[in-house]
């Protein structure tokens, strides 16, 4: 569980959800256009499902959407700057996200599909997400933005950005999770935007400077 998210993973045992059918949306093409699309894949994360860091059951049942979503909504939590980029805090952080959106919020989960921790690590957010994520065909709904919870996937980053940069794993788990993400739904590397682009918020900060960088990045990763 502790191999940094940048290497090469494969899906594991109460880490991963849904290895076979992970493993078989990775089949390679023996040649032509195919095969060259083949070796542009992006290599699954690892992503640490719910019952990996400890969340709590939904106050009731998460609802699925039948359709795949169309974007990619970058978030930051607006938490303090904590200077531990351990998994431990990783796994700390998504319970407390979780607390503060079904006891403050009144939830009925986390809002968010995702978590990326200040030191890189990702974790599922709303249960049933990464099931979702792996089949790529259905969504989770999400309570992550207002008018996009049903069609967009929302990528929680741990920390506040108003006037300083993320710290280097984070961005780098980023990219490799919205490429990721792109590759499984089929979405566009132009349908990554921010928060603040559909809802009157200061989310994610000056993450939202860098969504051209993001675009192009994750747009190369696909092999574009």
Request: glycine share 10%; net charge neutral; proline share 6%.
């Amino acid at each position: 569980m502790s191999v940094p998210v940048h290497r090469r993973t494969v899906l594991r045992g109460a880490v991963l959800l849904g290895a076979a059918a992970g493993v078989g949306a990775l089949t390679q093409i023996g040649s032509g256009p195919d095969a060259r699309a083949a070796a542009t894949r992006v290599d699954q994360p690892t992503i640490a499902n719910c019952a990996t860091w400890g969340a709590r059951p939904p106050s009731s049942p998460v609802s699925v959407v039948a359709s795949r979503p169309n974007k990619i909504i970058v978030h930051h939590t607006a938490f303090p700057n904590t200077t531990d980029y351990s998994l431990a805090q990783a796994y700390r952080n998504s319970r407390d996200i979780q607390n503060l959106h079904m006891d403050g919020n009144g939830w009925l989960d986390s809002g968010q599909h995702f978590t990326n921790s200040r030191g890189g690590y990702l974790t599922e957010g709303r249960h049933g997400s990464l099931y979702a994520l792996l089949h790529g065909q259905t969504m989770v709904q999400g309570a992550h933005c207002v008018g996009q919870n049903s069609q967009a996937i929302g990528i929680e980053n741990d920390g506040i950005y108003l006037d300083v940069q993320p710290p280097q794993a984070l961005w780098n788990s980023l990219v490799t999770f919205c490429a990721f993400t792109c590759q499984q739904y089929g979405i566009a590397p132009t349908e990554i935007y921010g928060h603040k682009d559909f809802n009157d918020t200061q989310c994610p900060g000056l993450l939202h400077d860098r969504l051209p960088e993001l675009r192009r990045t994750v747009a190369a990763r696909l092999g574009g």
